[in-house]
Structures are given as C-alpha cells and as structure tokens.
C-alpha cells in the first residue's frame, strides 16, 4: 500500500521560515519527487522538484531535500508571505517522465499539510 504523509505545516508570521515533511512507503524510490501547493480556490500547483540521486535542489525561496534510506523528503521554504498560504502536497512522479512538477505526471499524492502564513 502507497503512503505518502506530510508533517510540519502551521502557523506562521510572514517574513518566517517554515519546514516541511513528506515520509513515504510501498512504492519505488527511483523516481523524480515534488511539492504542490493549493491556495484556497485556485489550482494545484507545482513548486519543485527533486531527481532521485539527488540530495537537494534549490528554486527561489523553495529547497527540496531527500533522505532515499530514510524515505524522506522535505521541503524548506523562507520569506513567507501571505500568499504562501495554502495546502502543501508531497507528490511522487510518474517513473520515465521528463520530471516536470505538474499534476498530469504525478503517480502518488500525500494527503496535505496546511500552511497559513499571517501578515
């Protein structure tokens, strides 16, 4: 059975940093991994994405971290605003595929963690 759960949303201040969780189990770790956000009434989207071997990756404000032995990934966000607020999804890619961080190629979803960032 595939699980994917996240651990560390909350409350925060904007300006704070806040990190996120995602363990997993029951499926193949050779694969692209990612985190998604959802904002209230707008689409999922995709923040990043992290290649298997990898032991992280940067884009803007996101870090994505991965511990393969350890089935874990995390997700390190700073300068927090408002508009970070959101569901936060963990997410393993489709195995094969180009790695792009969109819906269309995810394989398997956590349940979310919520993050709601205070002005």
């Known amino acids: 059975q595939v699980q994917l759960v996240e651990s560390g949303g909350g409350s925060v201040q904007a300006g704070e940093s806040l990190r996120l969780s995602c363990g997993g189990s029951?499926?193949?770790?050779?694969?692209?991994m990612a985190w998604f956000r959802q904002a209230p009434g707008k689409a999922r989207e995709g923040l990043h994405r992290?290649?298997?071997g990898m032991q992280s990756s940067t884009k803007g404000r996101f870090t994505i971290s991965r511990d393969d032995a350890n089935n874990q990934m995390f997700l390190e966000m700073s300068s927090l605003s408002p508009e970070d607020s959101g569901m936060y999804y963990c997410a393993a890619l489709r195995v094969g595929n180009n790695c792009s961080p969109i819906v269309a190629n995810v394989d398997y979803w956590g349940q979310g963690t919520q993050v709601t960032v205070s002005s």
């Open positions: 992290i290649f298997h």
């Open positions: 029951g499926y193949s770790y050779n694969r692209c």
